[in-house]
């Protein structure tokens, strides 16, 4: 069975880094067997959580059906201040009120592309807590690509080392996109 995978940079920026780089990683994604639907981060903009709900904003139900189409997520962040963007928590909030756990039992890979040299890990290791608390297998390894503002201009080529490191942790997280989608 054909591995499915969602794709999301979590950026609303018409110039984004991080969707910039997610074009980078979904036809590797493709090369490795997957099938790949990019989905609209402002399609999913949702209003503040405010503790009490009776039903998904429309934004979060988007995503919410996605995922659950899906077997797992290549997801884009930028780092904000070492940690996770606060619109990305927003939506994760929302998504674990609904009943339907869209997260859980799929898998992610973290992705981020950042100004800085340290390539937005800190803020990607935030990313991972909520997600791995709704249920989501995220992938040991998280690619953060540093410097991007001059290496990850529209068109341009990453870096050999990035790009090798990008298509083998790509490659290997169908493959285990794979092994734990079809093992229930
Ligand atoms: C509120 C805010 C906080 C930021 N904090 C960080 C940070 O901690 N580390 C970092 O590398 N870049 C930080 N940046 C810069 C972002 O990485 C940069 O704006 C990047 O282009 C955002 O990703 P995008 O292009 O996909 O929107 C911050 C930007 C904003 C607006």
Redesign the pocket.
């Known amino acids: 069975m054909t591995v499915s995978l969602l794709a999301l940079?979590?950026?609303?920026?018409a110039?984004?880094?991080?969707?910039?780089?997610l074009q980078h990683a979904i036809p590797l994604a493709e090369q490795a067997g997957a099938q790949v639907r990019q989905l609209d981060y402002d399609a999913c903009e949702s209003p503040l959580y405010r503790g009490e709900h009776t039903s998904l904003p429309q934004g979060a139900q988007y995503l919410a059906d996605a995922l659950l189409a899906h077997d797992g997520l290549l997801l884009?962040?930028?780092?904000?201040?070492?940690?996770i963007?606060a619109g990305l928590k927003n939506l994760i909030d929302w998504l674990s009120v609904d009943p339907r756990a869209p997260l859980r039992g799929r898998t992610a890979l973290l992705l981020?592309?950042?100004?800085?040299a340290?390539?937005?890990i800190?803020?990607l290791q935030q990313v991972r807590v909520p997600l791995e608390l709704l249920g989501m297998w995220v992938y040991p390894q998280m690619v953060g690509i540093?410097d991007?503002?001059n290496t990850l201009q529209q068109g341009a080529l990453l870096r050999p080392k990035d790009q090798l490191y990008l298509q083998n942790t790509v490659q290997d997280f169908v493959r285990a996109t794979g092994a734990l989608s079809h093992a229930h």
Do not use: D, F, K, M
């Not at 940079?9 to 920026?13: E, G, M, T, Y």
């Not at 110039?15 to 780089?21: A, C, V």
């Not at 981020?112 to 800085?116: D, H, L, Q, T, Y």
């Open positions: 940079a979590a950026s609303h920026r110039n984004s880094l991080n969707r910039t780089l884009a962040s930028p780092e904000y201040n070492w940690s963007p981020c592309a950042s100004p800085s340290r390539g937005g800190s803020g540093g991007a503002a």
